[in-house]
């Protein structure tokens, strides 16, 4: 069974900094592709960054690109979106994902069939 579950979140000033937290069951992050998509209050859900291991590329959001990286921890197989200089316009609520395939540098949540529950992420002075 196809779990994921995110931490990390939290309250922090405009410059800060997060680490979020995927923690995978169910199959092994170096096999089957993740992804960060995050939503904002009034929008649609949006690509943060997504890997696609048939090409061994990982898109970034044009918002994200510099501020935002992946990691992967094979051993405790969990995956991680480091945030760092973080603005207002990154508030939303984050969530990881899986196509149980190999992604896609597409980054639509239409192609994505598993989610965490997510984890809010709020930037504000």
């Known amino acids: 069974q196809v779990q994921l579950v995110e931490s990390g979140g939290g309250s922090v000033q405009p410059g800060g900094s997060l680490r979020l937290s995927c923690a995978v069951s169910g199959f092994t992050v170096d096999y089957y592709a993740t992804a960060w998509f995050r939503q904002a209050p009034g929008k649609e859900r949006e690509g943060v960054l997504c890997?696609?291991?048939?090409?061994?590329?990982?898109y970034y959001a044009d918002s994200v690109k510099g501020r935002f990286t992946f990691s992967r921890d094979n051993a405790k197989n969990t995956v991680y979106l480091q945030m760092n200089s973080l603005k207002p316009e990154d508030t939303a609520v984050y969530y990881c994902a899986t196509d149980q395939g190999y992604g896609s540098s597409r980054c639509s949540p239409d192609d994505y069939d598993y989610w965490g529950q997510g984890t809010q992420v709020t930037v504000s002075s």
């Open positions: 890997i696609s291991l048939s090409d061994g590329s990982t």
